[in-house]
C-alpha cells in the first residue's frame, strides 16, 4: 500500500502534468512492471538477476540527453541576496533508521540551534512510523519536517497553470524523475532557499533537476557510500548521466562521507576526486552515552551468562554488510573459544537466512532484531564487529569505539578512515574469516590489550568524529 500510494503525484506534479504525457505515462508503466515482476519472480530466482531484470524495464523509456534536458529547464539563477543565516531545504526519501537519514537529523537540528542556517526538511515518502524515526530530534531542535507535494501552495500551483514559461521549462523535466522532482519544484520555487541540500541517489538526482528548474543558487549532494552501481538495488540506468551533469555544473557541490566514497564516485563519474568534498559522519555524544553498571551488567547477563565473552555485531542484515560472514567468524571463534556468545542487532531481507545459520551454532548466537538500546549493546561487549564488503563511513565503528568497544572490521570503503588499526581495532581484507576471529581471540584472550585499545578508541571517536565538526565542515559547503 504504501509503495503504491508513492507513486502517485502530489499538488504540484499534477500542476505540471494534468494529463502526463506519453513518456511519463511510460515510465508510470515501466515502474509498475518492473514492481510486478519482482513480486512474482522474487521466489524462483536469485536477487542479482532480479534487480539486473528491473534495471532493464526501467529502462523501457529511453532518457534523451541530460544535458540537453538541463539546458531547456534551467531558470534564470536567482540573486537575492542571502538570507542571515541562509534558508536551507534539505531533501531525503525518508527519515528512517539509515545512516544518511541519522546525520541529517543531527546536522540540520544541531545547526537549527547553532543559527547556521535556517532548516526545512523535505521527504519524498510520508515520514511517519518506520520512515520517520529520525523526525522526533528534528522537530524538537525546532525544524520543519514535510512530504513535498503534499499540500500545495496556492499561489505556486496558479503560477504553474498560468506561465507559458515556466510550464514549458517544467514539463521539461525527465520521465525518470517527473514525479519527485515536479513536487520539489514547486516546494522550492514556494520556499526559496539559499542552498538545497540533499542526501543519497535518487533524491540527490530529482532535487538537483528541481534546484536548476527553480533557479536555486547553491546545491549540495550527500553521496552515498560508494557509487550506486555497486548497490544494484539502489540503482537506475538514468543516474550516471545525470550526476554527471550536476557535477559540471558550478552552482553543484559533491560531499562524500569518506575518501573511499568520494575516490569511487569520481572514477564512476570520470572526474578528479578533488572536486568532492569529503566530511566524515558526527556523532551526538550527549544522546549516546552508555547506561549505569547496574543495567549494563544485567544486559550482559542476558546474552553471555556467567561471565562468557560477548561479540556484538550491529548492522543492516543484507548482502553488502555480509552477515553469513558474521556467523562463519562466529564459527571459527567458538572452536577456539568455546564459550564465547555472539549478538546481532538488526533487520533486513536477509533476516530469515541469518536466523537460520545462526541456529546451527545453538546458543553461540543470539538474533535481536532491531533494537532501540543499541549504546547499551555496544557498551557492554568485549568486542564489535563488522564484515561488510561495502561501506561509506560506518556509523557503528565510531558509535563501538566512543564507547569503549574495540572493533573488528573489514578495509571495506571509509571503514579505514574510522579505525586505527591495531591501535582502536583491528582491520582485515573482506573475506578473511580467520584473520578476523584471531583478532577477537586475542581481544578476548588479552585483557590488557582489550582495556588500552578500548581506552585509545574513545579517545580517537571523540576527538575525530565530533558532532560540531561535522557540522561546522558541512556549513561551510554552504559559502
Not at 525546532?142 to 503534499?150: D, F, I, K, P, T
Not at 501552495?153 to 515556466?166: E, K, P, W
Not at 533557479?215 to 550527500?222: A, D, E, K, Q, T
Request: glycine share 8%; net charge positive.
Amino acid at each position: 500500500r504504501e509503495r503504491r500510494k508513492s507513486t502517485l503525484m502530489g499538488a504540484y506534479a499534477n500542476a505540471i502534468w494534468p494529463r502526463p504525457a506519453l513518456h511519463v505515462r511510460m515510465m508510470r508503466f515501466s515502474r509498475r512492471l518492473a514492481r510486478g515482476v519482482a513480486r512474482r519472480a522474487a521466489p524462483v530466482v536469485g536477487m542479482g538477476r532480479l534487480l539486473a531484470l528491473r534495471n532493464s524495464i526501467l529502462a523501457l523509456t529511453p532518457e534523451p540527453d541530460a544535458s540537453e534536458i538541463a539546458r531547456v529547464i534551467a531558470a534564470p539563477l536567482r540573486m537575492n541576496p542571502a538570507s542571515q543565516p541562509p534558508r536551507v531545504v534539505q531533501v531525503i526519501g525518508s527519515l528512517a533508521g539509515g545512516g544518511a537519514e541519522r546525520q541529517l537529523s543531527l546536522f540540520a537540528a544541531r545547526a537549527h540551534e547553532l543559527r547556521l542556517a535556517h532548516q526545512t526538511v523535505l521527504t519524498l515518502h510520508e515520514a511517519s512510523g518506520a520512515l520517520g524515526q529520525n523526525r522526533p530530534r528534528l522537530e524538537a531542535a525546532g525544524v520543519e519536517v514535510r512530504h513535498a507535494g503534499a499540500q500545495g501552495n496556492a499561489a505556486v500551483i496558479a503560477q504553474i497553470t498560468s506561465d507559458s514559461r515556466l510550464r514549458t521549462r517544467l514539463a521539461a523535466i525527465p520521465a525518470s524523475n517527473a514525479q519527485y522532482a515536479g513536487e520539489l519544484v514547486g516546494e522550492f520555487i514556494a520556499l526559496e532557499p539559499d542552498i538545497v541540500h540533499a542526501w543519497l541517489d535518487h533524491a540527490n538526482i530529482a532535487a538537483g533537476i528541481a534546484a536548476i528548474a527553480a533557479g536555486v543558487p547553491r546545491v549540495v549532494l550527500s553521496l552515498r557510500s560508494l557509487n550506486p552501481e555497486r548497490t544494484p538495488r539502489f540503482y537506475a540506468p538514468w543516474m550516471r548521466a545525470w550526476y554527471a551533469h550536476l557535477a559540471a555544473d558550478p552552482r553543484v557541490q559533491l560531499v562524500a562521507n569518506s575518501s573511499a566514497g568520494a575516490e569511487d564516485y569520481a572514477q564512476w563519474l570520470g572526474i578528479s576526486a578533488r572536486s568532492i568534498a569529503v566530511v566524515h559522519n558526527g556523532f551526538d555524544a550527549s544522546s549516546f552515552a552508555a547506561p549505569t553498571r547496574p543495567e549494563l551488567d544485567a544486559l550482559r547477563a542476558s546474552l553471555a551468562p556467567n561471565g562468557r565473552p560477548l561479540v556484538i555485531g550491529v548492522f543492516r542484515l543484507s548482502e553488502e554488510k555480509q552477515p553469513l560472514a558474521f556467523i562463519e567468524i562466529a564459527r571459527l571463534l567458538r572452536e577456539r573459544i568455546p564459550e564465547a556468545r555472539f549478538a546481532i542487532a538488526g533487520d533486513g531481507p536477509m533476516f530469515a537466512e541469518v536466523a537460520q545459520a545462526a541456529a546451527r551454532l545453538g546458543s553461540t548466537v543470539t538474533m535481536l532484531g532491531a533494537r532501540h538500546d543499541v549504546p547499551a549493546l555496544l557498551a557492554c561487549a568485549d568486542a564489535s564487529m563488522l564484515c561488510s564488503r561495502l561501506e561509506g563511513n560506518p556509523n557503528v565503528l565510531i558509535e563501538s569505539q566512543a564507547l569503549g568497544c574495540p572493533v573488528v572490521a573489514t578495509r571495506a570503503g571509509g571503514a579505514v578512515d574510522a579505525v586505527i588499526d591495531g591501535e582502536t581495532g583491528f582491520l582485515h581484507d573482506v573475506g578473511d574469516a580467520q584473520r578476523m576471529a584471531q583478532s577477537l581471540a586475542r581481544l578476548i584472550s588479552e585483557p590488557t590489550l582489550r582495556a588500552s585499545m578500548s581506552c585509545a578508541a574513545a579517545e580517537f571517536a571523540h576527538r575525530r568524529f565530533g558532532l560540531d565538526r561535522m557540522v561546522t565542515q558541512t556549513a561551510a559547503l554552504y559559502r
